[in-house]
């Protein structure tokens, strides 16, 4: 099973909204874990867009989409997500849920868990 699963990607507009979620296998937990969102647009490498992290109790955004993005976790249910306001057509990708329990660059690709992705394409 895979660690992490992503849900709620979609066909919308621009400025219109989208909420992404991310479940934890059923044995995991994201206790003690840094979470977070990476996407990858076509043609391009994946990119970091949010992450939370334990060790430094804070959270952070790429400059792209700071102000419209909101990333949140639901300790209750090992749920993580990603608030996705006043999308872009410069959104489209395809996002990942990201995890790692040791500390690390949040900003670098080397997550040790990756879920399979969920299309967001934003389009007129």
């Known amino acids: 099973q895979a660690p992490l699963v992503e849900s709620g990607g979609g066909l919308v507009q621009p400025r219109d909204s989208l909420r992404l979620s991310c479940a934890a296998a059923?044995?995991?937990?994201?206790?003690?874990?840094?979470v977070g969102w990476f996407r990858q647009a076509p043609g391009k490498g994946r990119e970091f867009v949010a992450a939370?992290?334990?060790?430094?109790?804070?959270?952070q955004y790429s400059e792209s989409v700071k102000g419209r993005f909101t990333i949140s976790k639901d300790n209750t249910s090992n749920t993580l997500y990603l608030q996705m306001n006043s999308l872009k057509p410069e959104d489209t990708a395809v996002y990942y849920c990201?995890?790692?329990?040791?500390?690390?660059?949040?900003?670098?690709?080397?997550?040790?868990?990756w879920g399979q992705g969920t299309q967001v394409t934003v389009s007129s």
């Open positions: 939370l992290s334990p060790w430094s109790h804070s959270t």
């Open positions: 059923s044995e995991r937990t994201f206790s003690g874990y840094a």
């Open positions: 990201v995890a790692r329990s040791t500390k690390g660059n949040i900003y670098a690709l080397d997550w040790s868990d």
